[in-house]
């Protein structure tokens, strides 16, 4: 900058300062209209849009695919580019040197000029970098591969309720009792004949905080004879599962909280009236979930009867049909009442279904044992 350009720049920073406004009230009010503008526009996202929800952090979830946020995808995908033993140039090098270039700019950039049409290296070169950012956000967006258990991820708390009931289910009910009362255990090796005792009452729920469960379930109890149930330790659960576990018992069996509405109602098993045609996928399959899942899935002794679904409930096993249409001498409809016949023993082993649910098979089986609901 030579001495006229000088002369020129103070002569307009004097006439500026006399033409200025003030700071209070002009310049603080456009600055709060801004603020406020982008008050709502974070509010309106967060209402309509939201955040999408994803399973709790695992290290031992291999599945898991780590991502950034949004505005760091761009040096995400660079990563591509620098593989393995360079991946530190993408990491480290080029965003220092990008960083350092930025606080070292005022002492190599002279140009005095300031509309943009007299820096047209400054502004292509910022121009090509912006594009490069913005072409390489989109690429990372669109071949990282969704989480594979994002959709599956319950993000209210009944949700959480409902999706607890359905890992107790599966993975305790064998065990604990559908409902936690516990019995005499049949069936499990290592553990047949052991009485279990109850977990759903005020000596557990009062006496166990949160954590506490949470452990008990990741960990297990070796020594009597709970394996862990962590995935961290060689079981089938992950951290999201084991909260929305313990979410589950804590709602359902400590009298302290209350059982939200939806959940309730999500998880009752429907009651039928004097005139209903009972049906597999609105009456079976929630009674089925809760009490029979648990030992009737692979993996298990259960003379190959598998009771994933309608088609596995009716012909799955070594003694198969198990239920036909109309007769209420199938097999499934005999050992739910306690016979132990040649297709396998009591079900379920510990503890038989009450009166009104084994009501509802048999209304079931009588009416032609149906999928689904007539339309």
Known sequence: MNDVQK????????????????????????????????????VGLSIFIGVAAEPKADPSDTTYIPRPEWYFLFLFEMLKFFPGSLEWVGTTIIPGAAVIALLLLPFYD???????????????????????????TIQAAVTTPPQKNASAVAATLPAQITAGQDTYSVQCAECHGPDGGGGVIKGVK??????????????????????????????????????????AFGGELSRSDIDNLVTYMRYSWDNRVQMPKEAAQANAIPVLGPKDIPSYSVNIAPIVKRYCVSCHRPGKENN?????????????????????????????????HGEKITAGGAMPPTKSLSPDLIAIFERWVKAGAPEKPAK
């Open 304 to 336: 190959n009867y598998l009771m994933g679904g309608y088609n596995d409930v009716m012909n799955s096993g070594d003694h198969k049909p198990n239920v036909v249409a109309g007769d209420l001498n199938s097999n499934l409809i005999r050992m739910i």
């Open 7 to 42: 002369v020129q720049y103070k002569e307009r920073y004097l006439r500026a300062k006399r033409n200025g406004e003030k700071f209070f009230p002009e310049s603080l009010y456009r600055d709060m209209l801004v603020m406020f503008a982008i008050f709502l526009l974070l």
């Open 110 to 136: 002279k140009n005095p000029a300031r509309h943009w049409k007299k820096r047209k290296f400054a502004i292509g070169f910022m121009s090509v970098v912006v594009v490069a950012m913005v072409f390489l």
């Open 190 to 231: 290592g553990l047949e004949g052991f009485k279990m005792k109850a977990i759903n009452g005020q000596d557990e729920m009062y006496t166990r905080t949160d954590n506490t469960l949470y452990n008990i379930v990741e960990y297990g109890q070796p020594d009597l004879g709970m394996p862990p149930f962590g995935k």
